[in-house]
């Protein structure tokens, strides 16, 4: 699938062990959270899957290196490639990390 096509969301860890990982393009064992493993991200393509939408902790926006707020343009607030690209250029902030699955 095209990357125009890829879409991303943030979420609080604590919501990890409800999430079907099957169903995006991530997986526990090596994911994106912020420096504080507080917050990951997880991306799929196409529409967003019910597991994500399912998520009460999703955030909609995000700070960009600068400090201008990045708005998911997309589907219930996701962001786009280019959008999610701006937040993930802060130097320090987004890091490969292990997901225990226990959290939530």
Avoid at 56 to 65: G, L, P
């Amino acid at each position: 699938m095209a990357w125009e096509n890829r879409r991303y969301t943030i979420f609080n860890v604590s919501e990890t062990g409800s999430l079907d990982w099957d169903s995006v393009l991530d997986n526990p064992a090596i994911c994106k959270t912020n420096k504080t493993g507080s917050f990951v991200m997880v991306k799929w393509d196409g529409n967003m899957p019910s597991a994500v939408k399912s998520l009460t902790t999703r955030v909609s926006s995000s700070a960009d290196k600068d400090g201008n707020i990045v708005a998911g343009s997309g589907e219930s607030g996701s962001f786009t490639w280019s959008e999610f690209q701006r937040v993930l250029d802060i130097p320090g902030v987004w890091t490969s990390h292990v997901i225990s699955g226990s959290e939530g």
